[in-house]
Every structure is written in structure tokens, then in C-alpha cells.
């Protein structure tokens, strides 16, 4: 029996303690950097657990950076610095700064496009955009899944799905939302083509063209060319890397700035901070905004993705008064390609169903099919345990190579969900300008100022964690540190 | 041989001749009315053919509405009211009237909407929206082509495919339109969510909130509530059945009307009108429009339908400006539910690709894939061929059962591609009142009211002829009948 063999007597799924055992093994320097690990026989037999479970085993340390297979010869102990940070190797906290309270015309659509159309390019090194890496995903699984929904349901993947979609999609969706504190029905969910639509139906149905939306700073740079495409203005509020949006501010905003027609923010997996807000935060917020009338929109896009028991409760579980909209996807948990993400649009619901209707007409029914289809599996839990321990490895490796590589004065963000690291760089640096110097290197990044309205945050940038750890990362970093360097003379 | 025996000199695939052969038998009245056409096994070694192209041929004459299989029995000649109608039984063609060149906000979304989700009940004769049914398209088979891309590229298919979309797609999209008198590349094609998306992005990037809108009367229920979502007004151009928009009105709305910013239309397959512009008209209209820099937008969704030997030239093909935006979707030919749509946004290439990245992020990309490869295997322009002619003929039978069943005085268009009946009924009719009175008895169609920005054609509707055609549907314009009469007292 392994557990009498490895110690680990806390359960979970065979692999993962296979996994413990190993790298607990690596951990006391009983295996060595550059070591051979035991073969996958050998290990099955000392442990008395099968060739595959031992496979998966040494997939998972691969994927956390701690083992790597060399081709014709087995599994290795990887080099200590693509191992775990110690503590004291990541870079210090940014700081948060209050704002003016001053709404602007939302100008920056071409810069951020510059920047998402750049990340096209092939054989770069993807530290810009957020794509997770299909490795990480199930994506094997999920295709097992759409050839079945292709075979199975011919008549009806071919057919419309007219809004508000798939009812055994929207089911999983109401059952996952008890999890983070709501309690709320099928009828209450409506599909739609990613979140990207389902914020683009949330701002176009609680706005008019002109109206001020209150949003992070930083926030998700795809929001930005959304209010500009919109006709909106934005006015920024000084955003906690920890804590999320400030409260304070929010206040000092609502009594004292423009008036707020909906206030966006991620309170449960910040992009790009990384933070989780604590709830009573999220209380004070939905208390504020419903008592004045003002919609608020949530992205939850990451909410799946904290590194913590239990999944964070949702502001929208907060909200009284039914002016709370809340968007999510599935494209950073499995699949982005898909296109399926959702919506619980509260007291919006009928307004955000007839915009999807005549803006989009339906979302396409074979992906949807799909990914109801794994959800009610029930492998999603499972994958989802594993990519949070995943996401948070390769944020530990990439906060561990910002700290090696980096010039001093860098800070950085410790981020507690979502696979994005937030970098500030010593004063002086151009993230716009180290954007274009890094592309002509083969690494992308995602410069500050396009997280801002106003174009703030010249000498920050973000970098993506949801990227295998290898040592082609690695050197990406330190191309960054170089060029950065550079522009410090 | 089966040439000797059917005498079908012309060609084309075996199946289509021995339909041919007992179309003719039918014809002739040498098969009449409830006989039993030959079993499967006889006539497949009366004709030296093998069993499933007999099979094949019946299934075709079955969709055509000549024959029908009885369980347990074989196939027998439907009785004659349910074949191709005869000259002289299908109602005249109505009238086209000129119209007062007055923009006007577009309000009548709730309306449109209201129509449209009362399609979705279930167990309705399905005469209202333009969905073409299942059994019409290839289903299975693009099924086993979606299967195959969600297994063999399952890591493809769970990406993002950034904008413009697929290449593979793209190519086949620019290879099609060849036919169309387009000589453009894969670089000029731009996949979207259905032609649905096509429209609002290319309608957002050639317009501001305010602007006024050329659209067709009638014209597409689907682009009211869009321009009402955009903020557009519409001017109304009176369009003829046959030879739809009415150039000599559209030289008199530029000369005399408002300041027009774009035309919106579908010469090549009208929905509602089934008529297709002639080439001369084509040009005029792209001449006026771009000698004056007004853009046009060319909903193109049934230009692959026209019941014609060549596919109708695009207005766009006469474009010397650059100002045509040509637009089309395969919703109507092979499947609904994918939401696979493109646009050909000419000058307006770099806006219409910015907006599509930031109001939808990607279109889905294994629908893309199985679209691609089922274009590439060349199933396509076979099943179009077969998809015309059904429905060509469901069409006339429709017609004809209109002329049984609905009141003196009640006229219809002759249409010339695509699956839809434009029929006017007697004045005093009220079709929304129609339409509710019949949803209650189990039918649904399209009122007129809904294809015009101000409430014209109260006494029109539009019928689905997408459906096969069977007792349950000359029942229900039965129905539809008694209900017309009723209202005339």
C-alpha cells in the first residue's frame, strides 16, 4: 500500500499521493537536481500501483516544473531554479495610489489592439495574452465529448439554439453558482459566446451612449475598447492588488464624482492583479451601489481559479436589490476556442435576453452540448483541483524568475487565484516601448497602460503563468530583465 | 442501363435519374395517386441499379412531396393535392407601392422579439421564422466531419481563433464567391458568428448612433431591432417582389431624402420576397452609392439558393469603391446551431476586424474546422443542388395550398431562390392578430408588421417553406385559412 510507503494519509486521488510522495522525495534531497527519478515500472511496483497511475503522477510533476522527460531515457530532477521559490526569492508588493475622479472618453481600443493582434504571432514565447495552454486544459476529454454531442445529437447541435441556450448547460452553471454563494435556477442563467459577449449584453443593456462607467485600475484590457465601441466614459478607481477595488474610493466616487451609471470590477480573481476581495468588501460594495440605484457588473471569469478551499463567494450573492450582473466563462478553465460562456443578468434578464437575440441570435449549440455534457461527468472538479495547484506552481516559478532576473526595485503581485502576474518595474521603464523590444525578441507581454483608461501604469506590465515552466520561459525572462535594464541606461 | 430505360439523356447523379424515371411515371399517370410505386428491390433490378441509389431516389421524390412511405408497406403516390401545383392554382403577385421618404427611429424591437420567441414553443407547425429543418440539411454528415475535428485536432479546436478566423475556412469561403463574380482572397474574408454578427459589426463600423439607415421594405425582421440597438434610424425604399429595392426610389431618397450612411439589402435571394435584382440594377445601385461615398451592406444569406443554373452575381462584384460590404452565413444551407457566418468588409476591413475581436473576442472554432472540411470534401455544391430543387418545390406546394385554403383576393410572390412565401391578404386583414390567433392553434408565421420599421404590410405574413411538406402543414393553412376568414366576417 502506498500510503504506508509514502506517509500520506490525506487522501485524494491515487496520483496526486503517488505525486506527494515524489516530490516529497525531491524536497529532502533524496533526489537530486539532474538525478534520475525511479521508472515508471519500478516506481509501480515499489509503490504497488499501477504503470498508469504512476504516469499521471510524473505528467503532474512534469507540469509543476519539478521533474522533466529526456527523450529515450526517463524522467529527471529538474535544476533547482525551475523549482519552487524559497521564501524571500519574489520580488516586493506594488503599492496602490488614489485617483482623480474624473471621467474620460475611453481612447485606447488601437493601442490594446495592437497589442492582442500582435499576440497572434507564431512561435513566440506567449507571456502577453491570457491563453491558457492547451496542455493544461482537458482538452482530449472535451473533444471525446463534442464527437459525441456531433455523433449522437446531429439534429440538434445543427440546430439554433435560440437564447437563453442550452438548458442542461444552464443547469450545470446554476449548480456550480451555489458554490459561490448564490442561489439561483437554470431559468436565471442565459449562454452566450464567452464572456466577452456576456459583458458586452451586461454594459449594453444597463447603459446608454455617454453614460460614465466606474471600472479597476488597473483593469482587463479587453474592457477598455468595449466602452469605447459603446460610446461609454470610464473613470478609474484605485484598485488593491489584494483586496480588489477600493472601498473607500468607491465612496469618495459616489458622493463626490460624476455620476456612475454601473461600476464593472473582478472581485473573485483579479485580472490582472491576481486578488480575491474579502467579502465584506463585497457587502459594503453591493450595499452602496443598490441602495443608490447604480447596476454593477462582476466578471467572474476567474472565479474558479482561487487558490483556496473553498471557491469565492460572488458579489452578485451580496446583492440585495437585484441590480448585480454576473458574467463567467469557461474559456480559461477548458476550452477558450469554444466559445461558451454565461450570464446571470438579475433584474437585466429580460433586456440582456432580447440584445443577444438581435445582436448575436444564438450561441453555437455543438460546443454548449459539450461542455454540459462534461460538466455533468463530474471530471470538472477533478481538473479544476489540479489546475489551481497547476496555475499556482508556474506563478511561484515565473514570481522566482521576475526576482532572478529583474532589476532591482521590482515589484511584484502575489497573486492568490487566476494564472497572471502584475510586474512593476523600477520608475523610468516603458512598458509600451519593452512591448515592441520584446516582440522583435519572440516573447510577448501585456504592457501596463492598456490596463487603463488613461494610460496609466507606463512602467508595469503582466505576464501570462499559464505557460509550461521550461527553460525556454526562463530565458524569456531574462530577455525581459535585459531589455529592461537597457532602458534604465 | 438506366438511360435506355428512363430515357434521362441529361446526366447528372444516378439517384437524380431514377427519380427522374419515376417522377416521370408519376407524371405521366401511369403511377397514380395512393398507388404503390415499385418496391425497392424490384425497381432496383428493373433499372440494373444497386438498392441504395433506389433508396436514395425515393428518399429525394419523398422530400419532394410525390411519394410517401407507409410502415410495414413500401412507398405510394401521394394524392394529387400534395404534388406540384399546376399553372393557374397559386395566387397573383402582389403589388409594390411608393413610400414617403421620412427617416424614423426604429421601435419596434419588442415586437420583433415577441415573434420570435414564440417560435421556440414546441409542437408548432413552424411557418414563422426561417428555419430550415433538419431533415433538409446534411446533418449527419457534417456531424462526422465535427467529430473528426474534435478528435484529430482537439487541441486546435479548444483555441481561440483570433480574428479573422479559420484560413482553411476563409479560403473556401473566397473560392465560393468566385461563382458570385467576387475576386477576392482569403485575406479579405472575415469569419463571424452567423451572419447575424456580420451584419451589427459591419452596420457599427460604417455608422454613429443617429445615423439613417436605406433598408428595404420589406425587408429582414432580424435588422430592425439591430439598428434599434444601435441607435440607427431607417428610411424605407419601396422593393419589389420580383426585382427587389426599387432603384428609381433609392435616386429619389439620395436626391430629395435625408443624408442616407449606408443601404442595407439582399439582391440575391430576398427574405421576404424571394426575388433576385437583376445584374443592371446591381450596378446602377453600387454606381449611386459609391459615386456619393454611402456605403452599402449586403446581406448575401440566400445567395447560394437561387433556383437558377448560375448563382446570381453579388452587388458587391459591381463595387468600384471599395464601399460594399458583402455578408453571408451558411445557416441556411448546412446548419443553424453552428453559427458560422462571414463578411467581406472591403475597405472597412481593419474597423469591422478591431470590432469583432472586441465584441465577441473569436468565433468557435471546431464549427469552423467541420464547416472547412466539409466544404473541402465537395459534399457542398451536391447537396445545394438537391437543397435548391427541394426547396423549389416545397415552395410550390406551399403556394398552392395557400390558393386552396386562403380567401379570394389573397396574393403571393413567385419566388426565385431561397425557402420563403410572401403573402398579402385581403385588406382589412390584421396579420398580428393572425399571428397570435394561430400560435393558439398550434401554428406560427411571420406577420408583416415585423418587416418594416413603421408597422407597413398589416395585412401580410411570411411563411416558412423550409418545412416538409405534409397533411400537418396543409392542415394548418387550413387552420390559417378559417382564421383569415373569420377575421374578414
Same sequence: chains 1, 2.
Avoid at 487522501?11 to 510522495?21: D, R, T, W
Avoid at 521508472?39 to 504516469?55: H, M, N, P
Avoid at 523590444?437 to 501596463?448: F, R, W
Wanted: net charge positive; glycine share 10%.
Amino acid at each position: 500500500m502506498l500510503r504506508s510507503v509514502a506517509g500520506q494519509g490525506e487522501g485524494g486521488p491515487l496520483y496526486e499521493q503517488v505525486a506527494a510522495h515524489v516530490a516529497g522525495l525531491i524536497g529532502k534531497g533524496t533526489l537530486r537536481a539532474g538525478q534520475r527519478v525511479p521508472s515508471v515500472r519500478r516506481l509501480s511496483e515499489q509503490l504497488d500501483v499501477s504503470i498508469s497511475t504512476v504516469l499521471e503522477a510524473y505528467r503532474q510533476l512534469e507540469v509543476r516544473g519539478l521533474i522533466e522527460a529526456r527523450p529515450q531515457s526517463g524522467y529527471y530532477v529538474r535544476p533547482d531554479y525551475l523549482r519552487r521559490p524559497h521564501s524571500g526569492t519574489t520580488p516586493p508588493e506594488p503599492a496602490t495610489r488614489r485617483l482623480p475622479l474624473e471621467p474620460a472618453p475611453v481612447e485606447c481600443a488601437d493601442r490594446v489592439m495592437r497589442v492582442m493582434l500582435a499576440a497572434r504571432q507564431r512561435d513566440l514565447v506567449p507571456l502577453g495574452a491570457a491563453v491558457p495552454a492547451p496542455e493544461f486544459l482537458p482538452t482530449a476529454e472535451l473533444g471525446r465529448h463534442l464527437a459525441r454531442a456531433a455523433r449522437t445529437f446531429a439534429a440538434e447541435t445543427t440546430s439554433y439554439d435560440f437564447p437563453p441556450g442550452s438548458l442542461a448547460l444552464r443547469q450545470q452553471v446554476a449548480l456550480r453558482l451555489i458554490e459561490a454563494g448564490l442561489a439561483c435556477g437554470a431559468e436565471d442563467v442565459l449562454i452566450t459566446s464567452g464572456s466577452t459577449e456576456a459583458m458586452m449584453l451586461a454594459l449594453k443593456a444597463v447603459t446608454r451612449p455617454g453614460d460614465t462607467v466606474a471600472v479597476e485600475s488597473p483593469t482587463y484590457y479587453g474592457l477598455l475598447p468595449l466602452l469605447e465601441a459603446l460610446g461609454l466614459e470610464a473613470v478609474e478607481v484605485c484598485t488593491n492588488p489584494r483586496t480588489g477595488m477600493c472601498v473607500e474610493s468607491l465612496e469618495a466616487l459616489l458622493a463626490r464624482g460624476p455620476a456612475v451609471k454601473v461600476v464593472v470590477l473582478m472581485p473573485s480573481g483579479h485580472n490582472p492583479l491576481g486578488g480575491i476581495m474579502p467579502d465584506e468588501h463585497k457587502e459594503r460594495i453591493a450595499d452602496l451601489l443598490g441602495a443608490r440605484g447604480i447596476a454593477v457588473i462582476e466578471d467572474d471569469t476567474y472565479g474558479e481559479l482561487a487558490f483556496q478551499p473553498r471557491r469565492p463567494r460572488c458579489l452578485k450573492a451580496f446583492d440585495r436589490h437585484g441590480g448585480a450582473i454576473l458574467c463567467g466563462s469557461f474559456s480559461k478553465t477548458l476550452a477558450p476556442g469554444y466559445r461558451v460562456g454565461w450570464i446571470v443578468p438579475g433584474k437585466f434578464r429580460p433586456e440582456v435576453q432580447k440584445l443577444k437575440l438581435v445582436l448575436s441570435l444564438a450561441t453555437a449549440s455543438p460546443t454548449q452540448q459539450a461542455v454540459a455534457d462534461y460538466l455533468a461527468s463530474g471530471a470538472f472538479e477533478r481538473h479544476l483541483r489540479r489546475l489551481r495547484r497547476v496555475y499556482q506552481d508556474q506563478l511561484a516559478l515565473l514570481a522566482e524568475g521576475v526576482a532572478r532576473h529583474f532589476p532591482e526595485g521590482t515589484r511584484a503581485t502575489r497573486p492568490v487565484g487566476g494564472h497572471l502576474l502584475w510586474v512593476e518595474l523600477p520608475e523610468g521603464c516603458d512598458a509600451l516601448a519593452l512591448h515592441d523590444q520584446a516582440l522583435a525578441e519572440g516573447v510577448s507581454i501585456a504592457p501596463g497602460p492598456i490596463f487603463s483608461a488613461t494610460g496609466r501604469f507606463g512602467n508595469c506590465l503582466r505576464l501570462n503563468g499559464a505557460v509550461l515552466w521550461s527553460p525556454a520561459v526562463d530565458h524569456a525572462l531574462a530577455v525581459l530583465g535585459r531589455l529592461i535594464r537597457r532602458q534604465l541606461g
